[in-house]
Nanobody, 122 residues
Framework: QVQLVESGGDLAQAGGSLRLSCAAS????????MGWYRQAPGKQRELVAT????????NYADSVKGRFTISRGNAKNTVYLQMNNLKPEDTAVYYC???????????????WGQGTQVTVSS
């Protein structure tokens, strides 16, 4: 069993900041990448940012570049999303995901958290 638990979602004003956290636990052999997606009401889930296991490579949606920063914690099963200069269009449920293997002979699979609500008021 693998669990991803997010925290940090809240109500913020436009121009403000929030920091999301995600911790993965359970039967984890190796985590290859972690990241954040978001889904606004009536819209499809979209990629926000991803980061490789060592933190050497990151990828951001164009809409958040320069405002959001993804990072890995010292405990390599954690990932953070620092969100600055928030905009009302950032309002969504934010989902943590991890691309990982649960054993040496297991193939890579994607796991998802339950989501945390971020609401940005104008």
């Amino acid at each position: 069993q693998v669990q991803l638990v997010e925290s940090g979602g809240d109500l913020a004003q436009a121009g403000g900041s929030l920091r999301l956290s995600c911790a993965a636990s359970g039967s984890i052999f190796t985590i290859n990448a972690m990241g954040w997606y978001r889904q606004a009401p009536g819209k499809q889930r979209e990629l926000v940012a991803t980061i490789t296991s060592g933190g050497s490579s990151t990828n951001y949606a164009d809409s958040v570049k320069g405002r959001f920063t993804i990072s890995r914690g010292n405990a390599k099963n954690t990932v953070y999303l620092q969100m600055n200069n928030l905009k009302p269009e950032d309002t969504a449920v934010y989902y943590c995901y991890a691309k990982l293997r649960t054993g040496y002979f297991k193939s890579e699979s994607d796991y998802w958290g339950q989501g945390t609500q971020v609401t940005v008021s104008s």
